[in-house]
C-alpha cells in the first residue's frame, strides 16, 4: 500500500517561501519504480473544492495552474521517492491544506484520477 507522508507546512507571511515535501514508501501507484508514478499537489481551503496546484510525470513534464506559474516550482528526487513544491512569493489566497498524491505516468489536473493521497500539510499565508 503507497503511503504518502507531506512535511514542510507552516506560516509565513505574504512575500515568504516555503518547500513542502512528500515522501513515498510501500509501494507505487504504477507497480514499477517511484521514478514511474507520476506526482501531483493538490489543495484545499475551508469550504472550497479540492483542487489541483501543479504535478510532475514520470518523465519530468511539469504542469502548473495558472495562478501559480513563476512562483511554485515542483519536482522529484527519485532516489529519496521525494516530490517538492517549492513555493515563493506566496500569497494569503494560498493558504491551503496542501495534499500529496500520486498516479501512474502522467500527471493530469482531475483529483478523482489519483488513487492514493497524504494526510496534507498546513500552508497559511498572513497579510
Known amino acids: 500500500q503507497v503511503q504518502l507522508v507531506e512535511s514542510g507546512g507552516g506560516s509565513v507571511q505574504a512575500g515568504g517561501s516555503l518547500r513542502l515535501s512528500c515522501t513515498a514508501s510501500?509501494?507505487?501507484?504504477?507497480?514499477?519504480?517511484?521514478?514511474?508514478?507520476?506526482m501531483a499537489w493538490f489543495r484545499q481551503a475551508p469550504g472550497k473544492e479540492r483542487e489541483f496546484v501543479a504535478g510532475?510525470?514520470?518523465?519530468?513534464?511539469?504542469l502548473y495552474i495558472e495562478r501559480v506559474k513563476g512562483r511554485f516550482t515542483v519536482s522529484r528526487e527519485n532516489a529519496k521517492n521525494t516530490v517538492y513544491l517549492q513555493m515563493n512569493s506566496l500569497k494569503p489566497e494560498d493558504t491551503s491544506l496542501y495534499y500529496c498524491?500520486?498516479?501512474?505516468?502522467?500527471?493530469?489536473?482531475?483529483?478523482?484520477?489519483?488513487?492514493?493521497w497524504g494526510q496534507g500539510t498546513q500552508v497559511t499565508v498572513s497579510s
Open positions: 498524491a500520486a498516479r501512474p505516468s502522467v500527471v493530469v489536473a482531475g483529483k478523482n484520477a489519483y488513487p492514493y
Open positions: 510501500g509501494g507505487t501507484a504504477s507497480g514499477g519504480t517511484f521514478s514511474d508514478d507520476a
Open positions: 510532475i510525470s514520470s518523465g519530468d513534464t511539469t
